[in-house]
């Protein structure tokens, strides 16, 4: 069955350094990849949209990979701050042309001043 | 604000009972899509509505029912309530029916007692 693996384990970094945070997956062939980011009780926002013929996305101090061969996703945050903490979610769709993700279970980063 | 509203924010009920959940999309967005958050299972991809007609389905229990109205708010019935419903449950907006952006609401937690 399709899965998709994050890493479980919080990611603590220092203010200013880059996080990298990581998205396997298997048995699945995505479309698309996404990452969202999720605060505490609170509904997910999304970051970036990746495809599948894309090799690498940025957006402002956000950059994603996607390797379709190695299954992986990469996303980094630079200069990363207090404000990045979060739990970030990695969702994969497919080419069934519907909209429907399926998501990792997360990974909490947590930056310290 | 992502633009996407959600009613109620909190519902307590007891076992058995029946409830629905209301959702707003962004305005311009004619896809609507429901997810189930718990702490065991992640995120969960309900169902997804597209202008009206459903679009895609996923792992939603028979007792679990939904629809989008012609102007375009959708609702989620979840009905013979059992204690494992308990969750967060989110509704989602996007422009298209797939490979973009998913706008998320704030989420209803229903609390089933």
């Known amino acids: 069955s399709q899965k998709i693996e994050q890493n479980s384990e919080a990611l603590n970094i220092q203010e200013g350094k880059t996080a990298t945070l990581t998205c396997n997956y298997t048995n699945y062939s995505p479309a698309y990849l996404q990452w969202y980011r999720q605060d505490p009780g609170r509904g997910p926002v999304f970051l970036l949209l990746?495809?599948?013929?894309?090799k690498e996305k940025r957006k402002e101090r956000l950059k994603v990979t996607f390797d379709t061969t190695l299954k992986q996703s990469l996303f980094h945050i630079t200069a990363s701050q207090p404000a990045d903490s979060a739990t970030y979610l990695c969702a994969l769709e497919g080419s069934s042309n519907t909209g429907k993700l399926i998501f990792g279970q997360g990974t909490t980063l947590q930056v310290k001043p | 604000d992502s633009g996407v509203t959600q009613t109620p924010k909190h519902l307590i009920t007891a076992t058995g009972q029946r409830v629905t959940l209301r959702c707003s999309p962004r305005s311009g967005d004619l896809s609507v899509y429901w997810y189930q958050q718990s702490l065991d299972q992640g995120l969960q991809f309900l169902i997804q509505?597209?202008?009206?007609?459903?679009?895609a389905k996923g792992n939603i229990l028979e007792r679990f029912s939904a629809q989008q109205f012609p102007d375009l708010h959708s609702e989620l019935n979840l009905s013979s309530l059992e204690l494992g419903d308990s969750a967060l449950y989110f509704c989602a907006s996007s422009v298209a029916t797939s490979g973009t952006e998913q706008y998320f609401g704030p989420g209803t937690r229903l609390t089933v007692t």
């Open positions: 990746i495809r599948e013929n894309e």
């Open positions: 509505y597209y202008n009206g007609e459903e679009r």
